[in-house]
């Protein structure tokens, strides 16, 4: 059900201080005494509209604030209200119900007067993330409806969407993007098998699929691991299929079993490219495509373990080479964690990247892409046998909220990312489990002061406001099949209100989770 965010917006300046009352008590006193009240009077005025103007700077300021962290990172902007006696500021942060784009500011300052009198200003603005136009994060940080009593939908992916039960399609990755979800999924029951969908999710509370699918190789039933769109004209995703990577040949890019990259034409709906990474050798899993984003004509991919760097940033259009495009990607820069690459995120100049190494979080400088340098990281502590283990990340403006898989200890962190260039200081952690079993923290999702874990088995949300007191905000959501040994939900991804969610069974049988709150 979609949330409704109907608000009306005014300009509004009401109560003006008055003085009648007291000329009104003073008539009958002498001259002298009457003087001096309406002195008084006088002076009380003055302040009154000395405060007028103090209150609208400081509407305006709360604006201009606004805006500027906007700029930086359009997830900090939303509601808050503070107090600065005896003026009262609150920060009213709407999601336009038009676009995903675009959010509803309004700055409200209210006061009392010399006489009691309330007095209010109002200004009202939009702001708008241009930025995410190209393929941008579409998941609104305003917090609607009650997050304390979730809602869900399931939806079994071949039976109740796709109206094909042909093959199990287990869910890889989701990647939506201004009412659209592209959805991946793995090995298919035949090499004919689809793996990539569209799905219309306009009305988030009836998903349909949009025809046709697409097998992304036809010689092969591997599937793909990740997605990324430009917000326009191609899809680039990770191909999951293991190739002998110190053999095969592709130098036009048409051998679709012989590359980690695909190039995926949303206009004509097929495979227009093939990238295979140079100078990486690697069989039986090895070097695959793990995880990739995408920026501005920038696509940077991570590959499983193998000899060769695991991190490639290859042109598509928006790098310094003319003769880069979707249909012709050209290698920026590499560089070789020693290990998987499971997420990525790159904020302006710095990369940062996940991987089960002993430090699970490494920050790559790329602002010299052809030779991205090591600067920064995270190394948490303890993990039994397997420590490390870093699984994924996001970063809303100076904080970033990390997830590993462990044995014992915690798998969630909130660290200080205000300098790119260090160590990152931890502001708070938790240990996260399944019941009273240690679990994985696959993906992550911060709004505004929650945020929202996908374990192996559940949908946990977390209040996250006082990282030295992380606790838990609403009862766990079981996802489905909600039992089996080896069930597994790792992809997911925001749009609006609403939190989807991939999981799968130890039948490899996809499931579609859909959550929001009203």
Known sequence: MKSNYNKRFAILNTGVATIELLIAFAILIINITAIVVLLNANQ??????????????????????????????????NSITKNDEPYAVQLEVIQSPNSFFLKQVKSIVTWSTAFNEQNKVELVTEVSNIKALSGGDTCSSVIVGDWTHPLKSEYELGLDILNDTSSTFPITSIQTFNGIMYLSTGNGASSTTNNFFRIDITDPSDPVFIPPGLDNNEAVSSGLNSIAVDGGNYAYVASAHSANFGTCLNPDGLNKSCGQLQVIDLNTFSVVYTYKVPGVTGSAGQAIGVSLIYKDGIVYLGLAKTTGPELNIIDVGGGDNPLASPTNPILIGSYEVNNEVNDLFLRNDYLYITSPNDQELKILDV????????VGGFDAQGGGANNGNGKTLHLIGNTLYFGRTLLTGDEFYILDATNSESNLPILGSKNIQNGNINASVNKIITRDYLSMLITNKEFQILRIDDPQNIVPYATPINLPPQAGVGMQAYSADCEGNYVFIGSQGPDNVGFLTIVTAI
């Open 44 to 77: 009380i005025a003055s302040l009154d509209g000395e405060m007028n103007i103090r209150a609208l700077y400081m509407a305006e300021t709360a604006l201009g604030v606004a805006k500027y962290n906007a700029k930086f990172d359009f997830n900090l902007l």
């Open 367 to 374: 602002t010299d892409s052809e030779n991205p340098i090591l």
